[in-house]
């Protein structure tokens, strides 16, 4: 930890800790210490945009789990006779809800929409 780097804006130069006296020390502390407070308030409000995205995508996870429980749960049981293609679906398609999050259901499912006669 002999090197430190100064302030960025200042361009990169290197100071010799061993060599600055007591007054520069503090003074560099100093300015060390006014550019954190200066740029506090828009890392909380960084901090709060980024908790809020989390919390939209972890409520759109769960609902869409919510979804995926309630359609498997109304769905019938597979009969012998039925030629849907979800038996022959390749295991990694297949979701459930026990064992999966809503997070790892909702990057496996994408959602259409179909016309109903």
């Known amino acids: 930890m002999a090197n430190a780097k100064t302030n960025v804006s200042e361009g990169p130069t290197t100071v010799d800790t061993q060599e600055m006296s007591k007054k520069e020390l503090d003074a560099k502390r100093k300015e060390i210490s006014k550019y954190y407070e200066e740029n506090i308030p ?5 901090l709060e945009y980024e908790e809020l995205l989390r919390d939209i995508e972890k409520t759109r996870a769960e609902r869409l789990q919510a979804q995926m429980f309630i359609a498997q749960t109304m769905a019938p049981e597979p009969n012998e ?10 295991a990694e398609m297949r979701i459930d809800p026990k064992t999966m999050s809503g997070k790892e ?6 959602r259409t929409l179909k016309k109903q006669n």
């Open 81 to 90: 006779e039925d030629d849907t293609p979800v038996a022959n679906m390749p």
């Open 42 to 46: 828009s890392l909380k409000i960084q």
């Open 105 to 110: 259901a909702a990057e496996q499912i994408k």
